[in-house]
């Protein structure tokens, strides 16, 4: 157990409004990251962080933004909510750069845009 | 264009068999791939990894094979037991710019052992 949570687990919301998801960890990892699982396209990349206030794009980072003010937390924020949007969202840590990409996941969120 | 690619979406095999999935990637300029599972409903765990310069690592009833000049992975999984049930994602691991590296999932590949 790595110690990531992720809040809301489930949500429904509608088209256009601003959707908020958070990761917390509890031990303190520099690297974040969020993914979305859809059917057909596996694990992708949206946003990571490998540090507060340091932020990047991952492959698809557009209509995301991420925010990381806190080592513990780092929160993604889709600005306006699209049904494309709809997936489940997971949130990750690596434990130090060097562990060659063993990464921890979240339980997830499963999102529903309507 | 896909960076690294599960060609076999299904799989399914019977208990105490070996089950072999497969990955192929495109690009050399990796430092280490590696396997994940995940279970519906539950967020991907980290299986076993393989570094550029070997070409199998094992670990239990896990083994992965990586052949370079192929641009090939397997993981081989004996005997295969029904809690072996999941989706499986091979991933690359390598460098995305500045001082960061990331990793690629390929789309997954769903093993049912089948008691």
């Known amino acids: 157990d790595a110690g990531i949570t992720q809040s809301p687990r489930h949500k429904v919301t509608e088209t256009g409004t601003p959707v908020t998801l958070r990761c917390h960890q509890t031990?303190?990892?520099?690297?974040m990251y969020w993914y979305r699982q859809d059917p057909g396209h596996g694990l992708r990349l949206i946003h990571y962080?490998?540090?507060?206030?340091?932020?990047d794009k991952g492959e698809v980072s557009d209509g995301y933004s991420v925010s990381r003010s806190k080592t513990e937390d780092f929160l993604l924020t889709l600005e306006s909510a699209t049904s494309s949007q709809t997936s489940v969202y997971f949130c990750?840590?690596?434990?130090?750069?060097?562990?060659?990409?063993?990464?921890?996941f979240g339980p997830g969120t499963r999102l529903t845009v309507t | 264009d896909q960076q690294v690619k599960q060609n076999s979406p299904s799989l399914s095999v019977q208990e105490g068999r070996i089950s072999i999935l497969n990955c192929d990637y495109t690009?050399?300029?990796?430092?280490?791939f590696l396997w994940y599972k995940k279970y519906p409903a539950e967020g991907p765990t980290f299986l076993i990894s393989?570094?550029?310069?070997?070409d199998k690592n094992e670990d239990g009833r896990f083994t992965v094979f990586l052949n370079k000049s192929a641009k090939h992975l397997s993981l081989h999984i004996v005997p295969s037991q029904p809690g072996d049930s999941a989706v499986y994602f091979c991933?690359?691991?390598?460098?995305?710019?500045?001082?960061?590296?990331?990793?690629?999932f390929g789309k997954g590949t769903l093993l049912t052992v089948n008691p």
């Open positions: 990750a840590i690596a434990r130090a750069s060097g562990r060659a990409g063993e990464q921890y």
């Open positions: 031990e303190n990892h520099r690297y």
């Open positions: 962080s490998y540090g507060v206030k340091d932020t």
């Open positions: 690009n050399s300029m990796f430092d280490y």
């Open positions: 393989i570094s550029s310069i070997k």
């Open positions: 991933a690359e691991f390598g460098y995305s710019g500045g001082s960061n590296y990331k990793l690629t």
